[in-house]
């Protein structure tokens, strides 16, 4: 079966413009998550959708928000970008809510911020 | 807040070599624990996972990992290692208890096997 697919692949943007990403999950799942991938940071938690529906949400500021569609499909937004925001940004998708372990991720969308 | 130290940024080895790496955990209450392994250019995967009972895990890839609670550590293991396990390596862990699934991830380790 077809994988996570993330688009685009990359970008670059300028500071304080504003960029969405999206994620299709694996046919079936409903469970959609964010992850930011910065060498200093490793990995971190930016939010989960379940259902359409914001169920956890990690420690970043407002500009980082997220939304799902009815047929599973999961956008990522920045706003007002920074520097600092250069990463490769990571969507998983798993059936059910809370799962990674069960997770399948994608190949990622690197934002590049000049 | 836990978090989750991974001591070994950079490691370097040459084929048939044993592995370990370091992955410590700050966080009082019970744990789930997991190795991810990502490959240059591939999406991350999953390793190995501790939810509970024999705290020695078998993971793909002739990996596995120890689980000692007296020290909070995770540390995962591979006797031989091969030109293809290079790759980033990332401990993560998700809190058992109030109902909040976020995971923590250490910030990786990156490993260079050699031929």
């Known amino acids: 079966k077809a994988g996570v697919t993330q688009t685009p692949r990359y970008l670059i943007k300028t500071r304080g413009q504003q960029v969405t990403l999206s994620c299709s999950p694996i046919?079936?799942?409903?469970?959609v998550s964010w992850y930011q991938q910065t060498p200093g940071q490793g990995l971190q938690f930016l939010f989960e959708y379940f259902s359409e529906t914001q169920r956890n949400k990690g420690n970043f500021p407002g500009r980082f928000s997220g939304r799902q569609f009815s047929n599973s499909r999961s956008e990522m937004n920045v706003s007002t970008l920074e520097l600092g925001d250069s990463a490769l940004y990571l969507c998983?998708?798993?059936?059910?809510?809370?799962?990674?372990?069960?997770?399948?991720f994608g190949q990622g969308t690197r934002l590049t911020v000049v | 807040a836990q978090s989750v130290s991974q001591h070994n940024h950079h490691v370097i080895l040459s084929e048939a070599a044993s592995l370990e790496l370091g992955c410590n955990y700050s966080?009082?209450?019970?744990?789930?624990l997991f190795w991810y392994v990502q490959y240059p250019g591939q999406h991350l995967q999953l390793l190995l996972k501790?939810?509970?009972?024999?705290?020695l895990v078998k993971g793909i890839k002739g990996f596995e990992a120890e689980f000692i609670k007296s020290k909070f550590s995770f540390n995962l293991r591979k006797p031989s290692v091969q030109w293809s396990d290079t790759a980033e390596y990332f401990c993560a862990v998700i809190p058992r208890a109030g109902g909040s699934y976020i995971p923590t991830f250490g910030r990786g380790t990156s490993l260079i096997v050699h031929p």
């Open positions: 998983a998708s798993s059936s059910s809510q809370g799962t990674i372990d069960e997770a399948f």
């Open positions: 501790y939810f509970s009972g024999d705290p």
């Open positions: 046919s079936g799942h409903r469970s």
């Open positions: 966080y009082g209450g019970t744990v789930n």
